[in-house]
């Protein structure tokens, strides 16, 4: 069935790490119609592509098990998948280096 909705991708490496996600796109489609998303500009790195849809910029919801090829296009099928992992922050840092700090006395 026809209806808005809304879809942002996030770009996924070699090592299965996911970049901050795009800024959410919107179409309105008609009854009989789905949403095509397709991706373009991919990062050097970037060996696939995760998809957030839903019908609602707060129900955007992973739509895909694995990262889908580059080249490739997902068709999203409304109310498919209902709830689920939401669009993130991008990479969570895999260690932290504390900064020295020096304090000049005289």
């Known amino acids: ?63 895909n098990g694995v990262s889908l090829p580059v080249a490739s296009t997902y068709l999203y099928v409304p109310g498919e998948i209902s709830q689920g992992a939401l669009p993130g922050n991008g990479q969570t840092p895999e260690f932290m280096r504390p900064l020295a700090r020096t304090m000049l006395r005289g």
């Open 1 to 63: 069935s026809g209806g808005t909705f809304y879809a942002s991708v996030t770009w996924v490496n070699s090592t299965n790490q996911q970049g901050a996600p795009s800024f959410a796109s919107s179409i309105t489609v008609a009854d009989g119609s789905l949403m095509t998303v397709a991706v373009t500009g991919a990062p050097k790195n970037a060996v696939g592509f995760n998809v957030y849809a839903g019908t609602s910029l707060a129900a955007m919801f992973l739509q």
